[in-house]
């Protein structure tokens, strides 16, 4: 697809700072890129916001949504009963193809469970993953699934493995990415029942499968696709932000506790700069929901105009190299070789 | 029980340091404490160990055990086969109460599997759980379970609640433990089966339930009791080791990339200490195995001669606090409960 034929939708009322920083984003990006984008929300509100800037009008339309569905609305709910919410209206804008891709800071679950139901499945995708990127001491890993199964099969977990492959080849340029199971020994026997039977299922594939994958060894990037159910990999995500994030401000706190240490801050302050940046991995843009017949970009709640900015960039990327399509094949291959044995 | 009556067994051949490090810690321990202890492996290795130490020679006894269980070893068919074994003769040593507790830094797997089919459960238990102290911003925390149930029910999370509570109130002092049960969200409904349906037995117990515990939030000290199944305890427990370490790593590695910031790293050690302290919790000992009619300990696989010591002196206090007894009167209410309602 050429880049000018490609209409992005962001939902203008998730997240944290929704629609002050979602605006700001989508403004500079179209200030950038030449791709049409829709902002999806309370139309007053956004327009308040767009009053500010410079840009070039034919490159954003407005489409009014009445409704907000919020953190604390449980998700199938919301869904079902927020039909004019900013959420809903932009998943059915993808699902008639007005648009190649959503975009939404909001809630996680309703997010999942309303592309599932709206947007639907490619054909032999049991279930949609979100997947996201990780940062690791050698980089950049993909962690799969972070959010939309909490109660995994086997045969999801291999399909994540396969979708994830695709995506981070894609978007990184690693030709076979290793892909390694979170597990709790390193040995072929070890972990829960899900994961004993996951390990057979890639161990057969044609994955470039690791093993598995110990927790004390996901940060050292081990493993390029990092597997595991969603609620492991939503442990794992949360507590790495968390644990970074106290630790980080320990540190500040200690260094700022003496005349002493308040010198040595200073003196360091370049080694410290250097190590946010590996824990900086915003330029990826949010979590995709793999498995979808179109493109549902999940971006961290706490997003601002810059995560926005790389959300976009992200499906502009995601559709010009049309990894929906790719995984599609994918799935229609292992279907046929099913068939076949 | 009198101090002076109390003996432990110690597993000489167990862990990466063994046997120099764990014959250290003993002798330590004894020279400094009237508690007997019993060193179980490799008679001439342990005795030209002990060659090199002055110590009261009947505070220490050798049994001598021809084989070793290692880390590669299957659990169940190392227990069931390697009757020789340091660890299995250890078990049996407490199992005829030949002894008080067992300390191991061995495989984990086989101890915990070798703990329930020769020490036995406490009536009322359905499954032990091995408990974790964890450092915090607050302090410390107890993680339950890090190792012996990857595939639990939610009685089992509840009896891990209780035991953890128990556990906790003796060693650290505090009343009525914070449980917080770990899950992806706050809200009541969020999680997988498991965790859902355990959420209802914690809500309806009479432990001191703050309700879910999201990762992000188990550093900050939000709950005393950090109750989980082994794999999700496993990987939490790992995945911070890892996480630390490789954060202090990187920070060694920066602070020492250039003059200006080894200056700083100069002025700024004394802050570095504190923050190294706060992770070292070492002084806690071993993870007790709790449930068993007698007290099983598993010291880190990396365990020096200090953890040995602080195992040991772990043991002496769960022992004198009878903590044992206080879980079998617990269990026995609950049954009295269930029978009543």
């Known amino acids: 697809m050429n880049i000018s034929e490609i209409k992005i939708a962001v939902d203008a009322m998730g997240g944290d700072n929704a629609p002050t920083e979602i605006v700001k984003g989508v403004v500079e990006f179209i200030n950038k890129n030449k791709v049409k984008v829709i902002l999806v929300g309370k139309a007053d509100l956004i327009y308040s916001q767009l009053l500010q800037y410079k840009y070039s009008q034919d490159m954003i339309d407005v489409v009014d949504a009445s409704e907000i569905i919020s953190n604390d609305d449980s998700p199938t709910e919301a869904i079902k009963t927020k ?66 199964n909490v109660d995994a099969k086997p045969i999801y977990l291999k399909q994540f493995a396969q979708m994830g492959s695709i995506y981070f080849r894609n978007v990184v340029g690693v030709k076979e990415p290793r892909v390694g199971l979170v597990n709790i020994g390193t040995e072929d026997k070890k972990g829960n029942e899900l994961v004993r039977e996951s390990f057979k299922l890639l161990k057969d594939s044609d994955l470039n499968f690791t093993g598995n994958l110990e927790a004390r060894n996901i ?106 399509n790719e995984i599609a094949k994918k799935m229609e291959n292992d279907k046929e070789e099913e068939k076949g044995e």
């Open 83 to 148: 039909k004019q919410s900013s959420m809903v209206i932009g998943l059915y804008m993808l699902k008639e193809k007005k648009i190649d891709a959503f975009i939404s800071a909001g809630n996680t679950g309703a997010l999942v469970a309303g592309s599932t139901l709206i947007v639907g499945r490619i054909k032999g995708v049991k279930r949609p993953a979100l997947a996201c990127m990780f940062p690791t001491l050698n980089g950049i890993s993909l962690l799969i699934d972070v959010g939309a």
């Open 219 to 324: 940060f050292r990037g081990e493993a390029d696709i990092i597997v595991c159910d969603a609620f492991v990999g939503n442990i794992i995500l949360k507590h790495s932000e968390g644990l970074v994030k106290d630790i980080f401000g320990l540190i500040k706190k200690e260094l700022n506790s003496s005349i002493m240490s308040k010198i040595g801050a200073l003196f360091a302050i370049g080694a410290f700069k250097n190590i946010k940046k590996i824990f900086d991995y915003s330029e990826y843009g949010g979590a995709p929901l793999l498995g979808l017949e179109n493109l549902v970009v999940k971006a961290h709640g706490s997003s601002k105009a810059s995560d926005i900015q790389a959300a976009l960039n992200q499906c502009v990327k995601f559709v010009e190299q049309d990894i929906a």
